[in-house]
């Protein structure tokens, strides 16, 4: 689910993931559960954006992606740390290009660097 800031490319401010890090296969990575007393249907693995795996809103879509879809969620550091979303939001070097919605009012959007 994407949230207006995603559209705006600003960092959320209004929520705190609740899930943990660990080290998964040799990979930091962001991992967020079902709801307590929930089983998981299924695995996510998300695979990072420009952005990277410490962005708070990835982390918050896999916090929804586990409580609303009852899955175990999966956020992996495939970048090696060589994201720089900072550097990205805050100097506007990225424009939105394609926008589908896709499910359940999930909006997915390509995005380039300019």
Known sequence: MSCPDCFKGSERTDATPTGKVTTLHGLPTYIAEPSEGRSPKGIVVIIPDAFGWEFVNNRLLVDEYAQTGDFTVYLPDFMN???????LVLSNHINRIHCDLIFRGLVVCAWRAV
């Not at 740390?81 to 550097?87: N, P, S, T, V």
């Open 81 to 87: 740390g060589k994201h720089d979303f900072k550097r």
